[in-house]
Structure formats: C-alpha cells, structure tokens
C-alpha cells in the first residue's frame, strides 16, 4: 500500500531525527500534504499508527495540513487553485496550465522529547 510506505518513511525520518537530538521519545509530527500528492490523509493516518508501534514515534500526535494545489496559466499567466492535472484556464479558457504547487508532501515539525 502506497500509504504504508509513506508512513514508515515518515517514521524512520523523524526516528533518526530523535536519535540525532539524543531524545527517545517524538510526540508530535506536522506534516504537509498537497492535495495532487496522491495521499489519502485517512488511510495515511491509519498506516501511521500501525507502522509506529514499537518505534520512538508509537504513540505520536499526528497533524496533516492538506495544502490547495495551484496551477499556474502558461498562456495568460494567471494563478488559480486547481483540484486536478487536467485542467482549464478560468480566465482565458486554455488548457496550458502548469502546476505550481499541490504535490508536496513534507515533515513540517515535530515534537521529541
Ligand atoms: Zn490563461
């Protein structure tokens, strides 16, 4: 499942960073995720308790922020929220829309201890 591979990389990320800290225990990760990353936010939370168990990071509040994607128009040069890859130019109608942001998926923070 593609969300379990993103959650157990997400735990080995932030359990070296704990390491790294000297710190044994993270309470607390924030992640970002883009609405074009391809991640379902539910599942990815139900992958991420099971894939903590037994590691530093069992046990953790995890917070997701679903980013808006943004596309950007290649002919007019307009800036628009976009909930797709196929998309059309609200103010001139094309279909050259590239996307400037929404496929992000990132550790924002997170809380050792
Ligand atoms: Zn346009």
Do not use: W
Request: net charge negative; aromatic share 6%; glycine share 8%.
């Amino acid at each position: 499942m593609h969300e379990m591979s993103i959650a157990i990389s997400v735990i080995d990320a932030v359990t070296e960073k704990a390491r790294q800290e000297g710190c044994s225990r993270v309470t607390g990760i924030e992640l970002v995720v883009g609405r074009l990353a391809g991640v379902e936010v539910e599942s990815l939370k139900f992958c991420f308790s099971a894939a903590a168990r037994n590691t530093p990071a069992e046990g953790a509040e995890l917070l997701i922020e679903e980013r808006e994607a943004a596309g950007r128009c290649e002919e007019c040069g307009a800036t628009f929220p976009i909930a797709g890859y196929y998309v059309k130019c609200p103010s001139c109608g094309q279909f050259r829309v590239r996307v400037e942001s929404g496929e992000e998926l990132s550790v924002r923070s997170i809380t050792i201890e």
